[in-house]
């Protein structure tokens, strides 16, 4: 190893030891080099004979992996429950903009030819070469650009990909662009004050967005579910500047295979909340609540 290479890995290990609490003896982070390297996490309680549920968490657009990693605290999460983790960085635009490719309207705005999709699918099958990835237990994590390129993938991978959660990002606005034919489990997340990408749908440039309601409902058809939301009496906190659980519950039911697709509404909700510290664990409940079921 390189010098400098070496110095870097090192300072890296003393942040994520810093903003994590994760000890570097209980856990290990593995760098793979590409054209477009990634850090693994690697949680402690790791046993090469028993499949690990992986995670990929998506950030927004101009932000990068490691502010996704400090946005959601998910590495504390990952080592508690024996989590494969890993949270890359989207490629950067012609503005110098770190973004996914995900759908026509987020948020390929400079028209790149990368291929995001082949990025990440590459990333999910390195990892499952090298390491025992539970193969019904690969999720994605996504947040406004991230949250788009979650649906992508969904749709793209329904074989593969048995949930996600995607924190102010849409689907495609035309339900015969997600080319799904097998069920995956959905957990939408989504602030009735987002100026950014709205609660209700709109436009980026010229391209239309879904909002929360037909995002759900167009999963809610791939995934055969019952065609009505069911309020859940549970509410959640989700904003900690918000006072109460201003988050409500909306479900639907009875969908193929055991899946789920569910919508948090946060009332007043900004694009960006200032998460509570449950939250990682609140959306990782979730999603290992949802394996793949064949």
Not at 90 to 95: I, R
Request: a positive charge; charged letters at 20%; aromatic letters at 8%.
């Amino acid at each position: 190893m390189r010098r400098n290479s070496a110095i870097a890995l090192v300072s890296f290990m003393l942040l994520f030891s810093m903003i994590t609490g994760v000890s570097q003896s209980s856990a290990s982070v593995v760098s793979f080099k590409a054209k477009r390297p990634y850090t693994l996490f690697v949680p402690s309680s790791y046993n090469k004979s028993k499949p690990a549920p992986l995670i990929l968490a998506l950030h927004g657009y101009t932000s990068s992996g490691d502010e996704m990693e400090k946005f959601l605290q998910l590495t504390p999460v990952a080592q508690a429950k024996g989590i494969l983790y890993v949270h890359p960085d989207g490629a950067m635009d012609s503005t110098e903009s770190r973004f996914w490719n995900a759908t026509p309207a987020c948020c390929n705005l400079t028209n790149s030819s990368v291929d995001d999709d082949k990025y990440l699918m590459s990333i999910i099958d390195e990892v499952s070469k090298k390491y025992n990835v539970d193969k019904k237990r690969i999720f994605i994590i996504g947040h406004s650009n991230g949250g788009f390129m979650a649906h992508h993938m969904a749709c793209a991978h329904p074989d593969r990909i048995a949930a996600i959660a995607s924190l102010a990002g849409a689907t495609y606005d035309d339900p015969s662009a997600c080319k799904a034919k097998q069920p995956v489990s959905v957990l939408q997340i989504w602030g009735t004050a987002d100026a950014t990408i709205n609660y209700t749908g709109g436009y980026i440039l010229d391209n239309p967005y879904p909002g929360a309601a037909k995002t759900i409902a167009s999963w809610a058809k791939i995934d055969k579910c019952v065609m009505k939301v069911v309020p859940l009496k549970r509410t959640i906190d989700i904003e900690s500047t918000i006072p109460g659980n201003e988050t409500t519950v909306g479900q639907y039911q009875g969908c193929a295979k055991k899946t789920t697709v569910e919508l948090w509404t946060m009332k007043n909700g900004f694009h960006t909340p200032n998460l509570v510290q449950t939250f990682a664990a609140n959306v990782v409940d979730f999603l290992l609540a949802h394996p793949k079921v064949n």
